[in-house]
């Protein structure tokens, strides 16, 4: 218990948990805490047995209990290489849990991992949906509003690129690239836009820039960040909020821009 939760390392749990389960070897808490150690220890093969065996106890169930083991057998295929196994398992989590924004998160992160912008892009929106008809609140944890729009708006952008690379090697009649020019001014205002919107749900509260902080940090977009922490700040938060802010800050001059001497 104190390896699973409070130092959140489960792989060191391995032990403990095989003592326990020698006791009650059909205690299911138990069988899936063992399989998320095996996982994260690279013990892929006996995580995946032992998923695959609780999966199977559920028959023809259909529950968010259920799903959560989807999500960890689709993170065994992902770590052996196999992403198209590994999607399937999240997008049948998605199906079995369909307000759980955690799920549709990975989910999306896996089809843009994959390649498949498309679907990362569909599941991003729909994901949009979840989080605006079930605000996470304060819970800095949970999947918020800014971190997907911000992560559209990624899409937006790459997206832009591929095209415009395309179109400087093309050799097309200039009717057509005239289409294709005002067609990239459309896709480049979108991205645009989707990122003021990002930035706009951010600087709402505390929680929700914290969400797009880890977001921006993920991506290496040290200047956004703090440009978005400043943004917030300008909004006279409470004290407690904007110290909070001037240490973050801090911390991205520091850490992500290199410049702590400002």
């Known amino acids: 218990s104190i390896y699973l939760q409070k130092l959140g390392s489960p792989a060191k749990a391995i032990p403990a948990l095989e003592t326990a389960l020698s006791l009650d070897p059909t205690d299911k808490d138990l069988r899936t805490a063992l399989a998320i150690g095996h996982r994260v ?4 093969d006996s995580a995946r047995a032992t998923l695959t065996e609780l999966i199977n106890d559920f028959g023809r169930r259909r529950s968010p209990e259920r799903a959560a083991l989807h999500v960890e057998l689709a993170r065994v295929a992902q770590a052996e290489g196999k992403l198209d196994e590994a999607m399937a398992e999240m997008e049948s989590a998605s199906k079995m849990d369909v307000s759980n924004a955690a799920i549709q ?43 997907v729009l911000f992560e559209l708006h990624k899409l937006a952008a790459s997206r832009n690129e591929a095209k415009n690379e395309a179109k400087t090697e093309a050799k097309n009649e200039a009717k057509t690239e005239a289409k294709a020019e005002a067609k990239t001014e459309a896709d480049n205002a979108q991205a645009k836009e989707l990122l003021e919107s990002a930035m706009e749900a951010a600087i709402q509260s505390d929680a929700e820039v914290r969400r797009l902080r880890r977001s921006l940090i993920a991506h290496g977009e040290g200047e956004l960040l703090l440009k978005v922490l400043e ?20 911390e991205t001059l520091d850490v992500q821009l290199g410049r702590g001497s400002e």
């Open 105 to 147: 998160k990975e989910l999306a992160e896996m089809a843009r991992a994959a390649g498949q912008l498309d679907k990362a892009e569909r599941t991003y929106r729909a994901l949009l949906l979840v989080v605006r008809r079930q605000p996470p609140g304060d819970d800095e944890a949970a999947v918020g509003a800014s971190e």
């Open 231 to 250: 943004r917030r700040l300008a909004t006279n938060p409470e004290l407690h909020s904007q110290a909070r802010l001037l240490s973050d800050m801090a």
């Open 41 to 44: 220890a690279g013990q892929l």
